[in-house]
């Protein structure tokens, strides 16, 4: 069998269609089944971004109006080829939960006439987005939606509604490009040799930018879709609302083309991947518990600990602190956004008439109940849990295979999907489509680290690898089978 890479650059040139596939654990959803046989009319694209920034919590700090990311925003880009249609759609929230996929993917596809499979829908995963939204996924009663919800929700529609009314003619182009800016944040720790929330140099670490860029005929751009692998935790804990390095990357392109484009940013496999410079917010976190900050990186769970749970007396962060964090989520926008800039200049081998292909499905995998407490270094204790289900999908525009996962995935897992996929411009979108119950998902090797992820993982061992880096690549082959 001829590897199927060899295939991409006839790709962007055959009919749409979607498929019905089964084939193990998985189960298809009926909305990704049907085939279209109506020839591409040539691609058509539009943009639109609405703001969601909150209002201001009870004893939160107001914003400064110096920073751009200090707006939260729902983004969206809609794609048309004349015979099937699509969303991108990118929200400023730590996570999307199932409330707020479920009735926003199914008024979006209404609006659009479009399948629910055809619509990827993701979270930057911030951890300062001003409100929490809902109750935890593995607490939070179906078709409970809440106002912040609904808000959201709301946002999401208007902005599809929004980029539909926009779609122009209009080509695409992929590209990838490299930026040094994340860590594996699964260690050691020198003194106790536990492991622990650190930057570890030596361990998997996925540095690529993944850019999908639409503009007019003439050059003009449309949207921009950013797909990296890092925790946006600079605001972690810092009680101001903020988009982080993520919002302040969008913002930071957007402008750079006069507001032009819809710069959509998307996570990546980062369940194990962190900043590489956290002093910053560590010294945030410092401020807030009235610990002395030195010039030196300070250790930050030493520093998060009392903080997080609350033993310490919690005051406001020092107006100098802040400013340096909020100067610093800024400026690693702006590097990561100058990289989105250099690999969209770059990509110039551009298509027109291109493909738009979606369907889910969803796995299911052992679980567990853990029956003791205590944040890491130390291997927990369970009993087994209910099924676990997770969400894993394929949207296919032309050439791109856009992968999703509703949850927190490591990199080897992506890693390794990736490899195996028939298709080279491959990339895997996390808290994407829902918040599945699982909480993190650790490759099979790192379920051994006694990390916070690990230990507060609902999954067993020995599935959720294989079956989201095997079922993706199914869907994926399927996808790229039908175009030769």
């Not at 969400?391 to 390794?416: H, K, N, P």
Request: some cysteine.
């Amino acid at each position: 069998m001829i590897h199927l890479k060899t295939m991409n650059t006839f790709i962007a040139r055959v009919r749409t269609g979607r498929f019905r596939s089964l084939f193990c654990c998985l189960l298809v959803f009926p909305a990704g089944a049907e085939v279209s046989t109506a020839q591409d009319q040539g691609l058509r694209v539009g943009g639109a971004r609405v703001d969601i920034t909150p209002p201001l919590a009870t004893g939160a700090l107001p914003p400064t109006g110096r920073y751009e990311h200090e707006h939260l925003y729902v983004r969206a880009i809609v794609i048309d080829n004349g015979s099937s249609r699509a969303a991108l759609l990118g929200a400023d929230q730590s996570g999307l939960s199932e409330n707020i996929w479920k009735e926003a993917s199914q008024r979006i596809a209404k609006d659009l006439n479009c399948s629910v499979a055809d619509i990827l829908m993701s979270a930057t995963h911030t951890h300062s987005p001003g409100v929490q939204l809902g109750p935890p996924p593995a607490t939070a009663p179906a078709g409970n939606m809440d106002p912040n919800e609904q808000r959201v929700v709301d946002a999401m529609v208007n902005a599809a509604h929004q980029a539909k009314d926009k779609l122009q003619p209009a080509r695409m182009a992929f590209g990838t490009g490299t930026a040094y800016l994340n860590v594996n944040r699964d260690a050691i720790q020198p003194q106790t040799h536990r492991w622990t929330q650190a930057s570890n140099l030596v361990a998997p670490s996925d540095k690529t930018v993944a850019v999908l860029k639409f503009e007019t005929m003439s050059g003009e751009p449309i949207g921009v879709y950013v797909n990296y692998a890092m925790h946006p935790i600079n605001g972690y804990l810092a009680n101001f609302t903020s988009a982080d390095f993520a919002g302040a990357m969008s913002r930071y392109v957007e402008q750079a083309y006069d507001d032009k484009p819809t710069v959509i940013f998307t996570q990546g496999a980062s369940g194990d991947q962190n900043p590489l410079y956290l002093r910053p917010s560590t010294n945030g976190m410092a401020s807030r518990e009235g610990a002395a900050i030195p010039g030196n990186v300070l250790v930050r769970e030493s520093i998060e600990a009392p903080l997080r749970d609350g033993t310490v007396q919690i005051t406001q962060m020092d107006p100098k602190v802040r400013e340096r964090l909020e100067r610093w989520m800024e400026s690693e926008g702006a590097l990561l956004g100058e990289e989105v800039i250099r690999v969209k200049t770059d990509a110039t081998r551009t298509e027109h008439n291109v493909r738009i292909w979606g369907s889910q499905t969803e796995i299911t995998c052992p679980g567990r109940t853990r029956t003791d407490k205590g944040r890491e270094g130390v291997a927990g204790t369970y009993v087994d849990g209910p099924p676990v289900p997770i969400r894993i999908g394929v949207l296919g525009v032309g050439d791109v295979a856009l992968t999703s996962v509703d949850a927190e995935v490591y990199t080897l897992i992506a890693q390794r999907m990736k490899r195996q996929s028939p298709m080279t411009n491959t990339i895997m979108v996390t808290l994407a489509n829902g918040r599945a119950p699982s909480g993190y998902i650790p490759d099979d090797a790192s379920f051994s680290h006694n990390s916070f992820q690990v230990l507060g993982s609902r999954l067993k061992v020995g599935c959720a690898e294989d079956s989201i880096a095997d079922g993706l690549t199914r869907l994926i082959t399927d996808y790229a089978h039908q175009q030769r």
